[in-house]
């Protein structure tokens, strides 16, 4: 090694403990961030994902504020005007839609795997409190965030959101003006405010107190999700829609981590009650489990009624969703394209959700409890074949990367961000394979170790 590069060793070192030592007074310490080895189960840590996404939100969103505009007229001309004619416009507008929607997807996994694994069990009520309000947070943000376009989309959104909070008993029409102004000019403005200001930092906020002290940072993994955000975005690329017109009667439906509450108000139920009480209800459900669930059972195994309310919770979700989604087309009028009739809505509702938990209840009171599973052997790769796997994902990275380019170039945004995904999910599965190949010559050299001292005794 030659003096240089052994004092460049040497002061970043210095400069590493000299910043470690400076910060340990501060609330950054507190946290501990661990780089796995080898291969774990990203379920235990889809809130780190969770956030990882809100940071690829954060980053793209700043790129669009540049150019969009907070004003009812100009704000779908703005959003136009990036897909269309600002460089990386598409790409960066997509990016944002469809990280929105996986933050709601991957918070929605984080909730459930921490419910059916009994987490909130370990003294882990404050961040089961502060998690569950972070996902009521996370879908108003991104409800907020579909509407600035002030397409027709957003237009049926905002009216929902209106008509909710007027009708909210008591405060709603003294909070109404507050948060919605005097009409859609003020409403912009507002909800420009709430998406890009005062959510996130009521998240961030949230954020210091729900995170654990152990975060894991599994690079293979977040390469990986990036990846699935660009194929996403690719395969299916954000529709610009309709300008908002009040006097066209166009049949929309929200997006589909709204479509649920869009189902109950078409069925005809009171308004106040189907979007708001309900949803609210499903909340508090969620929030007093650990002040209910008092047994030192953790396993969803041995704990067949609450197993089942949390089956019968995910049938409710997805069969509220779907009618949600559900549009006659062989009606005449939009309003009876839309109707839902409660009946059959509540009908379904109502067998579904029963059958889900009686099934589910039933099933695992009779279930015989496994024996303890016989450990799997782990797969070993050779270094030889550790390289030549290196090797092929370095070409298939590079060709993808070039592809990137190419698709770009020609003026193909979709495909360059589908290749672009592609570059990052073979990168995430290339650093897997090299940390494997390091675990297991790390193993492989401890083995020889042992077996020589073994052999010299």
Do not use: C
């Amino acid at each position: 090694m030659s003096y240089g590069s052994k004092t460049m060793r040497e002061l970043i070192s210095n400069l590493w403990k000299w910043t470690v030592d400076r910060l340990e007074r501060t609330t950054i310490v507190v946290y501990k961030f661990t780089v796995p080895k080898q291969y774990v189960s990203p379920f235990g840590f889809l809130g780190t994902l969770t956030a990882i996404v809100f940071a690829i939100l954060g980053v793209s969103g700043a790129f669009l504020m540049f150019y969009y505009r907070p004003d009812v007229e100009l704000a779908y001309l703005s959003v136009q005007e990036i897909q269309e004619k600002v460089p990386f416009g598409f790409i960066m507008r997509n990016i944002h839609y469809h990280a929105s929607n996986f933050m709601v997807f991957l918070a929605i996994l984080h909730l459930y795997y921490q419910y059916f694994s009994g987490r909130y069990k370990i003294k882990n009520e404050v961040l089961w409190v502060t998690g569950i309000v972070l996902g009521v947070l996370t879908v108003l943000e991104a409800y907020t965030g579909y509407n600035l376009i002030m397409n027709q989309r957003a237009l049926l959104a905002v009216n929902i959101g209106m008509g909710l909070t007027y009708s909210a008993p008591l405060l709603g029409p003294s909070v109404a003006p507050i948060l919605l102004g005097g009409g859609l000019f003020d409403l912009v403005i507002r909800f420009y405010a709430l998406h890009v200001f005062i959510l996130p930092l009521i998240m961030l906020l949230l954020a210091a107190v729900h995170f654990p002290r152990a975060l894991v940072i599994d690079f293979p993994i977040i390469s990986a999700v990036v990846g699935v955000i660009f194929i996403s975005a690719g395969l299916f690329p954000a529709e610009l829609g309709i300008k908002f017109d009040l006097t066209r009667g166009i049949v929309e439906v929200p997006e589909w981590y709204l479509t649920a509450i869009y189902a109950f108000l078409r069925s005809g139920t009171e308004r106040f009650t189907a979007g708001a009480l309900l949803p609210l209800l499903f909340v508090i459900l969620f929030l007093i489990v650990p002040f209910v669930d008092k047994s030192r059972k953790l396993s969803w195994r041995d704990r067949p009624f609450f197993t089942g309310l949390g089956i019968a919770s995910i049938a409710l979700i997805a069969i509220t969703t779907v009618w949600g989604f559900y549009v006659d087309f062989t009606k005449e009028t939009a309003f009876d394209q839309l109707y839902i009739e409660p009946t059959v809505f509540y009908g379904t509702i109502g067998l579904v959700t029963l059958a889900s938990f009686y099934a589910t209840y039933l099933y695992m009171s009779r279930m015989r409890r496994p024996t303890r599973p016989t450990p799997t052997k782990p797969v070993i790769l050779s270094p030889r074949a550790s390289a030549n796997i290196i090797l092929v994902l370095l070409v298939l990275i590079a060709l993808a990367a070039a592809a990137t380019f190419y698709t770009y170039s020609v003026n193909l945004p979709n495909h360059s961000m589908f290749y672009l995904g592609i570059s990052f999910f073979l990168f995430g599965l290339l650093l897997h394979v090299y940390r494997h190949a390091l675990y297991t010559g790390e193993r492989l050299r401890a083995q020889r170790e042992q077996r020589a001292e073994t052999i010299a005794q």
